[in-house]
């Protein structure tokens, strides 16, 4: 199945932009008859039919569309702090998107090496995956937000967040304590952890103190393993 996205798609005739055309018809050598599917994102998936061929401005008809394709059961947000490098963080974002994420909040800590981030990189980054993993939902990617302002920011559903420093009350260990269609957010810290003033100002805020096992890890695999953790117990 070859997946393209087209938030701002319109039917029953849409064009796709320039750079998918070229992909469609000069990469994948697609034409006239032959089918293709878009995704605008938010849950429906079109099957589309190629009625112009054209490497600047191919046109497709949708033929069929499924709603609600491959719909999470759970809402899961992961606010996780850039690594100083960039292509670990992009490789979180990829994979995670993948498992399944329904929003992506970048957060900027005390101990944070990385204090930018390019947010349309980020962004392609994360529609790539979508193609790739055939994702009828596109995971949300917030810009840069300062942790204490994320931890103030009011949230429907269960708020945990996964830190090293033994001199806290005791950790759950995640899949211990989470349940089937949840609305988690999860957050995870910079590469030298959270300040034990965030710990603190986020466990009086109504956050939750979790584990992710006995391994030291980095922070993009902590983000990851958080992330599977939670599909797992959702019937990954």
Not at 15 to 34: A, N, Q
Not at 73 to 81: E, I, R
């Amino acid at each position: 199945m070859q997946l393209f996205y087209a938030p701002d798609i319109t039917l029953p005739l849409y064009t796709l932009c320039e750079e998918e055309s070229k992909h469609c018809v000069r990469v994948l050598r697609l034409r006239e008859g032959d089918t293709l599917h878009l995704t605008d994102g938010r849950g429906s998936l079109h099957r589309c039919q190629i009625v112009e061929a054209h490497q600047h401005h191919c046109t497709v008809k949708v033929v069929e569309t499924i709603s609600e394709y491959g719909r999470l059961g759970y809402s899961l947000t992961m606010a996780v702090a850039p690594t100083k490098n960039i292509d670990r963080y992009e490789w979180f974002l990829e994979k995670a998107t993948e498992v399944g994420v329904s929003r992506f909040v970048p957060i900027e800590c005390d101990h944070s090496e990385r204090r930018t981030i390019k947010h349309d990189r980020a962004l392609r980054v994360v529609t790539s995956a979508v193609k790739q993993s055939i994702k009828a939902y596109h995971p949300a990617l917030d810009e840069l937000t300062p942790v204490r302002q994320l931890i103030q920011t009011p949230f429907e559903g269960r708020k945990f967040i996964a830190h090293c420093d033994s001199s806290f009350e005791k950790r759950d260990y995640l899949p211990s304590i989470i349940k089937k269609t949840e609305n988690i957010l999860i957050l995870i810290g910079p590469e030298g952890d959270f300040s034990p003033e965030e710990i603190k100002f986020a466990l009086e805020n109504g956050f939750e103190p979790i584990s992710l096992g006995e391994q030291r890890l980095r922070t993009e695999t902590a983000a990851v393993a958080a992330t599977v953790m939670v599909a797992t117990i959702n019937g990954m």
